[in-house]
């Protein structure tokens, strides 16, 4: 049985899609015994705690990467890990010297800074190829696209195929990622709360503007409910008529659900991804950090999403996860 080491942290800073993209990894690796080395922030201990993965080591939170590195290269040592599969976007993957030999190294990778040991590389920003010259990493495999973005085991669901739309969009879901650090959420609801819509409003662990939302909600007298840390994320969004997301791994989520939904980039990374799923008219894409309510709300009554054949293809990574 391959043992594999899990590398990625969660905090308002980075969002929470770097741990939980590799928790969802990990439910496809049968045949693998998987282990997880986080910073110990109060977001990635609520995410642990939910989700109860086994083998956790803890890293101090903000720890030096001379600490980080021993620490990846003490557990790889002990439990005789055979691959490192990095998903680190607060520091450079090239910061990562000196890491035991004998574990093959994997990564999640979005900023074009990569070591020429690395042996598989996924990134799924859609101008992912603009960033890498493969000439000069003849040993790297590399998926690169959209296809390529990690999505748990329940998004490719045969019912998501033959999905029911309503003819009236009254329920509509807020989801602006797992810490929306900049409170996206608030500013959305503020906007909606005017209207006549009921709305559901998924935060995550990292969300700490919650007594905000509920003022501006309870103010407005909006029909609303507040979830948080869901773990089902595919109901909710069949659940609802149409759904306003951030543009990381959400909005991959709201395509692979066939969601009508739109977008708003709360960082400069998901600009192509927002923009390359406008084109397809999978979701309409409002802007980056800044957005026209009159045009969230004409999204909401007119945009009707044109789906055809959305690939998305986790099991990819793990066929050559399988090959390292």
């Not at 309870?218 to 869901?230: A, E, G």
């Not at 390359?276 to 979701?283: D, I, M, N, R, T």
Request: charged share 25%; proline share 3%.
């Amino acid at each position: 049985m391959k043992k594999i080491l899990f590398r990625a942290d969660a905090k308002p800073a980075i969002g929470t899609g770097d741990l939980m993209s590799l928790l969802h990894l990990s439910a496809y690796l049968d045949g693998f015994e998987c282990y997880y080395l986080t910073q110990a922030t109060s977001t990635a201990k609520r995410i642990i705690q939910e989700y109860q993965p086994k083998n956790i080591f803890w890293l101090e939170e903000n720890s030096d990467v001379a600490t980080d590195v021993a620490a990846i290269n003490t557990v790889i040592d002990k439990e005789k890990i055979d691959i490192v599969f990095f998903e680190i976007t607060e520091r450079k993957l090239t910061e990562y010297v000196d890491i035991i030999p004998t574990a093959c190294k994997v990564c999640v990778n979005f900023d074009g800074h990569i070591s020429d040991d690395i042996r598989l590389l996924i990134n799924w920003d859609a101008a992912a190829s603009n960033y890498y010259n493969l000439e000069k990493f003849p040993t790297t495999k590399f998926l690169l696209g959209p296809r390529y973005v990690i999505l748990p085991k329940s998004f490719y669901s045969e019912m998501i195929q033959h999905r029911e739309y309503s003819p009236t969009r009254r329920n509509v879901l807020i989801a602006m990622g797992g810490a929306d650090e900049l409170d996206f959420t608030s500013k959305v609801a503020e906007i909606l709360a005017e209207g006549v819509y009921t709305l559901t409003i998924i935060v995550g662990a990292g969300y700490s503007h919650k007594d905000t939302l509920t003022h501006i909600l309870d103010m407005k007298q909006c029909p609303y409910i507040i979830k948080t840390n869901v773990k089902d994320m595919l109901s909710e969004y069949l659940a609802c008529d149409f759904a306003i997301g951030a543009g990381g791994l959400t909005s991959s989520e709201l395509v692979a659900s066939r969601t009508p939904s739109a977008l708003i980039a709360t960082y400069e990374h998901q600009i192509a991804r927002c923009d390359y799923f406008h084109e397809h008219k999978w979701a309409e894409y409002l802007g980056y950090r800044l957005f026209n309510a009159d045009a969230l709300l004409s999204s909401i009554e007119n945009f009707i999403p044109r789906f055809g054949t959305t690939v998305f293809d986790t099991t990819a990574i793990i066929d050559e996860l399988k090959k390292v």
